[in-house]
T-cell receptor, first 116, second 113 residues
């Protein structure tokens, strides 16, 4: 069964450093998403991406964040200057642009980001 | 998207049916009921969704009341691997296919041996 993959599984960085989290969505999917989950809290939407541009972003997704689809397979989330409060699990998701009952989102296993 | 209310936690004996309730009294006519689950620290996993008819797939059944103000997710024979947080989400299905998922706090289901 096709699946969303994410690398690395765990990233440790120093405050102020840039990090890039990588995702490989399911190959025929066209909608891509990033979510995050701070330990013990809800899963929160960050951003959605379609046709090489951001479709929607939350208030969490400020100027420190950016997303990119650098090639036909990868989808990345960059945090320019990490803060302690960026420590969280980051989940990538993708979906097929079908209508009706066929556009559920498939989530990756997540990258645990720890900012020291 | 309409608000949902779920119990914070439930227990279920292994092998028995787990019935997870969800209230969505403000649901509108074009909103679907979705269920996802999150096994500890893993990515959320889609389970099932429906509009007004009951739905069944290989994972679960979804029973939606006639007035659509509440629904129940049924795991027919719960196993220890079904221990997870279950999220009931109500949302519109846009024709373009893009949609974010807004997660609440869900129900923590503990399957007991």
């Amino acid at each position: 069964e096709p699946e969303v993959t994410q690398t690395p599984s765990h990233q440790v960085t120093q405050m102020g450093q840039e990090v890039i989290l990588r995702c490989v969505p399911i190959s025929n999917h066209l909608y891509f998403y990033w979510y995050r989950q701070i330990l013990g809290q809800k899963v929160e939407f960050l951003v959605s991406f379609y046709n090489n541009e951001i479709s929607e972003k939350s208030e969490i997704f400020d100027d420190q964040f950016s997303v990119e689809r650098p090639d036909g397979s990868n989808f990345t989330l960059k945090i320019r200057s990490t803060k302690l409060e960026d420590s969280a699990m980051y989940f990538c998701a993708s979906s097929w642009p079908g209508t009706g009952l066929n556009n559920e989102q498939f989530f990756g296993p997540g990258t645990r980001l720890t900012v020291l | 998207d309409a608000k949902t209310t779920q119990p914070p936690s439930m227990d279920c004996a292994e092998g028995r049916a787990a019935n997870l309730p969800c209230n969505h009294s403000t649901i509108s006519g074009n909103e679907y009921v979705y269920w996802y689950r999150q096994i500890h620290s893993q990515g959320p996993q889609y389970i099932i969704h429906g509009l007004k008819n009951n739905e069944t797939n290989e994972m679960a059944s979804l029973i939606i009341t006639e007035d659509r103000k509440s629904s129940t997710l049924i795991l027919p024979h719960a196993t220890l691997r079904d221990t997870a947080v279950y999220y009931c989400i109500v949302r519109v299905l846009y024709s373009g296919g893009y949609q974010k998922v807004t997660f609440g706090t869900g129900t923590k289901l503990q399957v007991i041996p």
